[in-house]
Nanobody, 121 residues
C-alpha cells in the first residue's frame, strides 16, 4: 500500500503561480497529477516515471506546468505558472507501482485526497 498526501492548493488570480506537492509513503513506478472540475471528467495533467524522471504533460498545460520529483523525499511536485480560470479544479495525486504512461485514471492504484486550486479572473 502506498499512501499519498497532497498539499499546496489555494486561490490565486489569473497569471499567478502555485506549487503542489505529493508525498508518497512508499516506492512507486509512476506518479501523476489529475484534475477534476465540477461536472467534468477527471483528466490527466502530467506524469513522471519515478525511476528515470521522464515526464509527460497534457497539451492544455504544456509550457505552463512542470512536473518534477525529489526521489530522496519520495515527493512529486507540480509547478503551475500562468494560471488561468479554466485551471480551477480539484487536483489529485496518483501513483502506480508497475505501469506508467497513461492518462486513464483507472490505471492508477493509489490516490491522494485532492487539493483545491481556484483561479480567479
Amino acid at each position: 500500500q502506498v499512501q499519498l498526501v497532497e498539499s499546496g492548493g489555494g486561490s490565486v488570480q489569473a497569471g499567478g503561480s502555485l506549487r503542489l506537492s505529493c508525498a508518497a509513503s512508499g516506492s512507486t513506478y509512476c506518479m501523476a497529477w489529475f484534475r477534476q472540475a465540477p461536472g467534468k471528467e477527471r483528466e490527466g495533467v502530467a506524469l513522471i516515471f519515478t525511476g528515470d524522471g521522464i515526464t509527460f504533460h497534457a497539451d492544455s498545460v504544456k509550457g505552463r506546468f512542470t512536473i518534477s520529483q525529489d526521489n530522496a523525499k519520495k515527493t512529486m511536485y507540480l509547478q503551475m505558472n500562468s494560471l488561468k480560470p479554466e485551471d480551477t479544479a480539484m487536483y489529485y495525486c496518483a501513483a502506480d507501482t508497475y505501469r506508467c504512461g497513461t492518462w486513464m485514471p483507472r490505471n492508477y492504484n493509489y490516490w491522494g485526497q485532492g487539493t483545491q486550486v481556484t483561479v480567479s479572473s
